[in-house]
């Protein structure tokens, strides 16, 4: 197999956050399929917050990709189109977190995880059932260890993870689901698509109040990958021996200056679990995972709206846009 | 049962750390023994840096005890004078979280905790089995759950509670315990008494290193009673998803400013927990602790050296190089 391929890369290094035009669509030779490995024609590629910072060569010590070379990282969804390795042939469906901006990727076998897409989309396993979810799954079920009876607050809830995580926590058990986002089309989300409970818009006025009022009861439970100051609020409103999950720090992966630190006088007080999560670590569960959770995907209990562009023309802003957060749901390429 | 007692009072209210001289011993009516209740003489009474900030009326919102009236809040153990309440008699040991500085208390049956004295010294019931050691314990036991093999750092080593944590580490199968204290003669007494594998003396030139080079494969369980300062140092030397816990900040309790935030990169970075821990919670579980842990004191196990005076005349100036952090091990008064 021999020919042309598209190929997103970045025009030059940058270090600050990439937008829309630091981004060139490049024909590159097809890759030939590798000794021992796949070549994955792919058919969606996921677009990720950490994405911004990796660009920069800031995301967990991994170098930047090379200028009008490298492809941009991405997570992405495809069909086997050439294998030399065992186990894996010609049709399979496969998830790889090496896919990149590119419409095909020449891989060793260990990079693919076989998928199941019965009854599945290929957008499916870059949301609920990808990276996101993953996450989510990780911070609900492993890190809180989310029971039944509790009070759930998610931040970023119209985001892959938060929406992902509030509809897990519930299938968990949890018996209050409440979500923060920014603007009432994403709030509308939360409470419509996800079937949060409530959705408190931080950008209306007196919404520290609403939040207040939407847990009477407080909260036990809390998942955080934006913000220091809503951790805080949250720590706030947490019952004794709640527990909070930090998986990111959004509003900080372009900042210049170090957040500001988790109060400990609300950790004591509040006889809080503070606890940090790497979703890296649970890239070997993942199989674990989509044994849980495809399922509630079939049957409509877990969903995720997809804000996606298809052919890679619109791709460069619509990362722009998610980089933003002013997506709603899962950002994703489908080529 | 008449007559005069001694009794410590402040001589007026306070708003710094307290001194010795803002203590008063004055002479007071021996109270009766209360209706369903018992009359105390005490044997020995604790001093505590929580007194510090108590006397200010600025620990978990208990009012400060009103100047040359109320005795000065401390836990004691003591026998029974006289009794009025069924299954207490004259002459039972016991504990009481609301002794105070005097003679005698009398007090209500539910205030009492009936103790064993058998091989064991009154002190010990006021250090390594008394509030101090219920806080190690619950530390260690109960919140960061130690394992067989975990690498234990404790901060302010050489005081009662990390001293008794260090300890109680050992014996739920901890591999290394390491302690921080300021001073050769706190080091000598952590690793001499209280067999801690190393001690790091924080007021020597090149201390980090030293603890770096203490921990050759790093930690994964801390306590911390003192300062962000420590918390954030032991945090770089954590093992992945290590645990701390955080029950108090001992440099702060008498500072003007709030201390500095904890560093969320390092919580997510660690997979670190950090847990809050308020011991009040484990006062119903004493007598579980007391199981758990006579045993080791009787076997010599689980000692702590004792900072002791006699008689109430030199109880100020202990109390003020107590919470100065001049004492090693329990500070008390013996009566």
Known sequence: MTGKMQQGVLRAAIDRRPVASDIAIIETPRPDCPEDGVLVKLAAISLDPYVGTRLRGKHMGEPAPVPMRDAIPAHGVGQIAQSRADGLKEGDWVHT??????????????????IDMTGLDPADHLGPLGMPGLTAWAAMAKRAEVQP???VLIDAAAGAVGGTAGQIARALGA???????????????????????????YRTEGWRD?????????????????????????????????????????DQYHADAPPPGI?????????????????YD????WNEFTEFAAPLVRSGDLKIAKDSVTGWADAPALFERMLAGKHIGKAMVRL
């Open 97 to 114: 977190t090496e896919a990149g901006w590119r419409d095909y990727a020449a891989l060793p076998a260990s990079a693919v995880r076989t």
């Open 282 to 285: 649970f890239y070997d569960r």
């Open 175 to 201: 018996s209050r689901i409440t979500g923060i986002a920014g603007g009432p089309e994403k709030c509308a989300a939360v409470t419509g698509t996800y079937r949060f409970d409530a959705c408190i818009d």
């Open 149 to 151: 009876g509790d009070s």
């Open 210 to 250: 609403a939040l207040a009022a939407a847990l009477p009861d407080g909260l036990n439970v809390h998942l955080e990958n934006v913000s220091m100051d809503l951790l805080t609020l949250a720590l706030t409103h947490m019952r004794p021996y709640g527990r909070a999950v930090l998986c990111g720090l959004a």
């Open 263 to 279: 109060p400990a006088g609300l950790i004591i007080g509040k006889r809080a679990s503070l606890m940090g999560l790497v979703v």
